[in-house]
């Protein structure tokens, strides 16, 4: 869930662009880049929007660069 739909702002272009950096992320790495199992904590790090990779997989930084550019947050 984009950051803008939890604070229940107008859904934009950047939400998609939000859902893809999500899916690319979930597509190297294998799990999703806020997971855990209580679902009120995945909106505190969604909010908090603290992107990690593991160290056990090789990203590329251009790779790391798209992901974080997908999900950054506009806070204007």
């Given at each position: 869930m984009a950051p803008e739909i939890i604070c229940g702002d107008n859904i934009s272009i950047n939400s998609d662009y939000?859902?893809?950096?999500?899916?690319?992320?979930?597509?190297?790495?294998g799990i999703p880049p806020f997971y855990h199992e209580n679902e009120e904590l995945v909106i505190e790090l969604i909010?908090?929007?603290e992107i990690l990779y593991p160290s056990f997989i090789e990203i590329s930084e251009e790779c790391k660069n798209l992901i974080s550019s997908l999900l950054a947050v506009d806070k204007t």
């Open positions: 939000w859902s893809l950096g999500i899916i690319l992320y979930e597509l190297v790495v909010m908090k929007h």
